[in-house]
C-alpha cells in the first residue's frame, strides 16, 4: 500500500510543478508523464531505504516496485475510463471533492493483488 501511496503522492507533486506532457488527455486529462517520472523517483528512494533495511539486492526491488508502479498507473487509468464511458464526474459523494471512494482506491484494486502475488513468491523463493 505504501508504494501505491508515495507513487499517488509524488505523481500529484510533480505533475502540479513539472507537468507538460500528458499521459492519456482522452481518459484523465490531469495526469501527466512528468507526474510518473517523479513517482518513479519517489519510488526509487523508498526500494533504497527498503533495500537497505531489509537487506534486498537494490535491483531486483526498483524493478519489482517499477512494475507495482506500472500496475498501479494502469488501474487509475482504468477507473477514470470507466468514469469517462460512464459520463461521470465523480464515482460517489462519500468523499466530496476527491472523485468518490473508487478515486482513493483504484490504483490499490489493481495493484494489491500483484503485490501479494510477489511477496508468495518472494517467501518461497528465499
Known amino acids: 500500500m505504501a508504494i501505491v501511496w508515495i507513487a499517488d503522492t509524488a505523481a500529484y507533486f510533480s505533475g502540479r510543478h513539472f507537468g507538460r506532457h500528458k499521459l492519456a488527455p482522452a481518459i484523465s486529462p490531469g495526469k501527466t508523464w512528468e507526474g510518473v517520472a ?24 526498483f524493478v519489482m516496485i517499477a512494475g507495482l508502479l506500472y500496475v498501479s498507473v494502469l488501474g487509475d487509468l482504468f477507473e477514470s475510463w470507466i468514469k469517462r464511458v460512464s459520463g461521470m464526474k465523480d464515482s460517489g459523494d462519500v468523499l466530496p471533492g476527491h472523485g468518490g471512494v473508487l478515486d482513493r482506491i483504484d490504483a490499490l484494486t489493481s495493484t494489491l493483488p500483484i503485490a501479494t502475488g510477489l511477496l508468495l513468491w518472494l517467501e518461497r523463493s528465499v
Do not use: I
Open 38 to 61: 517523479g513517482a518513479l523517483v519517489a519510488l526509487a528512494l523508498y526500494a533504497v531505504a527498503v533495500g537497505l533495511l531489509v537487506g534486498m539486492p537494490l535491483l531486483s526491488l
